[in-house]
């Protein structure tokens, strides 16, 4: 059975912006693993085929070893194709039997279970073509399957699914160098330190109320004190952090300061002190010292998140804190509102005051004003540097995916620019 | 209507808040009115405000003199079909 991930250009794919901008859904973070993963795992399927937004293949390309964008996946086997906000743990789906196909409220494809003496009686040259033809041949259902509809809700999730992942990956003890002094609080089978991790001296790790899993190459210097659950990525530091209950914190992620129950993706850089809570971060982010962002509201009334900077949307949550887009950079004493949504190559010069709530993407925020700034091609210069500074290196087809979330992400942009200059000249 | 050069010379005025009578073709933004990086910034989004245009941002941020900008904006007013007083 071939598993295909589908994350097509919808109304719904854009509650995962900013940080979709840049990555199909499914490589979003949600624990310890990614949301691919955690399919991979539910399915076990022979082989996967994914199916992205065309600017997103190339680039996805050079990340995974999946088809992309091949509509030859959609032939030679049993398929099931699931679109990627299905969450895994409540997929209630046989991998394989016969042919049905389930759609939501709105008529969309959230699963396709497909035999392969069927497969003759479809057709389509793209996936959107092959689903339609399913949609109308076969079988159909619909379906209530639980999905996940905003960012946020994987935030929300995250301490749970933390602790949960940690069951699953079945790994506790100490691998790594743990120098001492060191304080370890809680049961020892909730803590894993895999091998290459180098703990200090001075450091607390508090599994009391969850697990802790730091992953190889990890680095934890003193003073730092890690409660559960929480993950470190891959050759991540952490830098005398506070870092509180529920993060995930990706790959090669430096980290100081405070950060609660927030996932950072990777390569993202919060080195010094400053509160990030309830957030997502996305990759190759800088947050300048004392970068802080607002989680709860002084009414502790639900927050709200406006995404495409004019209509608010209630999150449900009494605690949300930033969505940040991929290469934004923030300056020092940067202070983000509760529920803001900062966008992907974004840069921030904060004059103090707490920001807008919405900050589009490739906004320079300048004295209050968003703008165009040094524009798009200092930008790209600047996450080349970035890039390079972590043995990565800025691609023509990154740039080309980067100048189509440019253009996508322009109307919003312009009348955010507009609005701001008319405010300017009014004063 | 006022020309493209008093117009120049008056968002550059209000913006980098020197008088206008002390703006003179030949001066530099930066050396001579003081204008820092960020205030070119604005500069340049107010003077697309103020003619309409759009322009290029590594182009117009090359500008050093606020000649150069009178030619530079009256040359895009052309290109993007806005008329101006030259």
């Keep these: 059975m071939r598993l295909i991930l589908i994350d097509r250009v919808t109304e719904a794919r854009r509650n995962f912006y900013p940080l979709a901008l840049s990555r199909p859904i499914w490589e979003l973070r949600c624990g310890i693993t990614s949301l691919e993963e955690k399919l991979q795992a539910k399915v076990t399927p022979n082989e996967t085929a994914c199916f992205v937004p065309d600017y997103l293949a190339e680039t996805y390309r050079t990340r995974t070893t999946n088809a992309v964008n091949d509509v030859a996946a959609l032939a030679g086997d049993d398929l099931l194709v699931v679109d990627a906000r299905l969450r895994a743990d409540t997929l209630d789906i046989a991998p394989t039997g016969p042919s049905q196909v389930g759609l939501d409220e709105q008529g969309q494809v959230l699963y396709a279970r497909i035999a392969q003496t069927d497969l003759g009686r479809l057709s389509g040259n793209d996936i959107d073509a092959f689903l339609e033809s399913a949609k109308s041949t076969l079988p159909k259902i619909e379906c209530k399957l639980p999905t996940w509809k905003y960012t946020w809700d994987l935030i929300l999730a995250n301490p749970d699914q933390l602790t949960v992942d940690f069951a699953t990956a079945g790994h506790s003890g100490i691998e790594g160098n743990v120098e001492q002094p060191n304080a370890i609080r809680g049961g020892a089978q909730d803590v894993y330190v895999a091998p290459g991790v180098t703990i200090h001296p001075m450091v607390v790790i508090d599994a009391e109320n969850g697990p802790v899993y730091i992953d190889e190459g990890a680095e934890i210097h003193p003073f730092t004190r890690i409660e559960g659950p929480c993950y470190i990525g891959k050759d991540s530091i952490l830098l005398g952090a506070k870092c509180r209950e529920g993060n995930s914190i990706g790959p090669v992620c430096r980290i100081g300061g405070e950060l609660e129950e927030s996932i950072i993706q990777g390569h993202s850089n919060k080195y010094h002190d400053g509160f990030i809570g309830h957030s997502y971060v996305g990759e190759w982010v800088n947050l300048g010292a004392l970068t802080t962002n607002s989680d709860l509201k002084n009414d502790y009334s639900a927050v709200s998140v406006m995404l495409d900077g004019k209509h608010a949307i209630s999150t449900g949550s009494t605690k949300v804190g930033s969505l940040i887009g991929d290469h934004t950079k923030t300056s020092i004493g940067t202070l983000f509102n509760t529920g803001s949504y900062v966008g992907a190559m974004t840069i921030i010069m904060a004059t103090g005051k707490p920001l807008p709530k919405s900050i589009p993407s490739f906004i320079w925020y300048i004295e209050g004003m968003m703008t165009k700034g040094f524009g798009r091609r200092k930008l790209y210069e600047t996450a080349g540097t970035a890039l390079g500074r972590r043995g990565c290196q800025w691609t023509d087809a990154e740039q080309t995916m980067w100048d189509a979330v440019f253009e996508t992400t322009a109307p919003v942009r312009n009348e955010a620019i507009k609005k701001s200059r008319r405010a300017m000249m009014t004063k | ?86």
């Excluded at chain 2, 003179?24 to 930066?30: G, N, V, Y």
């Excluded at chain 2, 103020?50 to 090359?62: P, Y």
Aim: with cysteine; proline share 1%; glycine share 4%.
């Design chain 2, 1 to 86: 209507m006022a020309t493209v050069a008093e117009r120049v010379k008056a968002v550059t005025a209000r913006v980098l808040k020197v008088s206008l009578e002390e703006i003179r073709p030949e001066q530099s933004f930066a050396e001579d009115l003081g204008a820092e990086s960020v205030q070119s910034i604005e500069l340049v989004a107010m003077f697309e405000e103020e003619f309409g245009i759009e322009m290029d941002e590594d182009a117009a941020l090359s500008v050093e003199t606020v000649g150069a900008a009178v030619e530079f904006i009256a040359k895009v007013c052309k290109e993007q079909g806005v008329k101006v007083e030259e």
